[in-house]
């Protein structure tokens, strides 16, 4: 009978701990979460500049390019305002990824 009773208060006091520690776990978690939302639009927005950035030089260069006289300005101009472009889009999906 006391034997019955030590099996019962073991696992009663494992279910109670693993529940406590999943509800710290579910704690933790949803503070991480909150903490990483509030850097979500700052680095957004730092994407968003960088790809302004990234598209102003890359015009300058191609009109560079273009008054020289170079062959391959299309090709300069796909690169760059692809790069700028990708810039861009990752910056929006970022904020959207994370409901922002």
Known sequence: MKHIKKVKSIILLSIASTRLAMAQGA??????????????DPVANMILIVGAIVGLIGGVRVYIK???????????????????????IVGIVIKAFFGV
């Open 27 to 40: 704690i933790g978690i949803d503070a991480a979460s909150s903490e990483l939302i509030t850097y979500v």
């Open 66 to 88: 273009w008054n020289s006289g170079d062959q391959d300005v299309q090709k300069s101009i796909m690169g760059w305002f692809g790069s700028c472009l990708f810039l861009i």
